[in-house]
């Protein structure tokens, strides 16, 4: 069964230090690996679509890459406007999600 | 294009009422979702169509659970017999021909008490 893991749960950082997200996936096809930012009470807000192993997307401070196995969200530099869930997830025909990791940026 | 739109937005209901939310997705999209999400959990996926059909189904889902999608536009989610555990956010989300990434909604949360 299609299954996605994030690590950390929860993450926090002071603003302008770096850091990564981690989205391990086992699926039987990929069409498309997701990442997605979700704020409290709200709906996710899309970010980036990764499709092939190498594959690396960019918007503003997050940076998106893609394994054969895993990916991973890069953010630079982070504000505490960034605080927010992160959400992987992956599609066929279906699209299944993780846990999310609750990111928090101090000032 | 105003995006993924759900009605209501917040719902409270006394445990076993029945209560439907709708969602019209993004105009010309073909697949509609539905998810669940509880606090501190990423979103659950319940079911999704393609047009007017429902092509799959959570096992998770129970049978008070039913899914409509009349001429492949607007989409009812209904819940028979409301239990505690139902209390959730319920997501909508849509997706275009040629297009993989989903759009979401803004969710309707449920309290059942």
């Known amino acids: 069964e299609d299954q996605v893991t994030q690590s950390p749960e929860a993450l926090r950082l002071q603003e302008g230090e770096s850091s990564s997200l981690n989205c391990s996936y086992t699926?039987?096809?990929?069409?498309?690996l997701f990442w997605y930012r979700q704020d409290p009470g709200k709906g996710p807000e899309f970010l980036f679509t990764?499709?092939?192993a190498g594959e690396e997307k960019e918007k503003e401070r997050l940076k998106a890459t893609l394994t054969k196995k895993e990916s991973f969200l890069h953010i630079t530099a982070p504000k505490p406007e960034d605080s927010a869930t992160y959400l992987c997830?992956?599609?066929?025909?279906?699209?299944?999600f993780g846990k999310g990791t609750r990111l928090h940026i101090l000032p | 294009d105003t995006g993924v739109s759900q009605d209501p937005r917040h719902k409270i209901t006394k445990r076993g009422q029945n209560v439907t939310f709708r969602c019209d997705p993004i105009s010309e999209h073909n697949r509609l979702y539905w998810y669940r999400q509880t606090l501190g959990q990423g979103p659950e996926f319940l079911t999704y169509f393609q047009n007017e059909a429902q092509l799959e189904k959570s096992r998770l889902l129970s049978d008070r659970f039913s899914a409509e999608r009349p001429k492949g536009s607007f989409s009812t989610l209904e819940i028979q017999r409301t239990e505690q555990g139902d209390s959730a956010m319920y997501l909508c989300?849509?997706?275009?021909?040629?297009?993989?990434?989903?759009?979401f909604g803004q969710g309707t949360r449920l309290t059942v008490v």
């Open positions: 699926v039987s096809g990929l069409r498309g």
């Open positions: 997830a992956v599609g066929d025909d279906k699209i299944i």
């Open positions: 990764l499709y092939s």
């Open positions: 989300a849509s997706t275009g021909r040629g297009n993989t990434e989903a759009f």
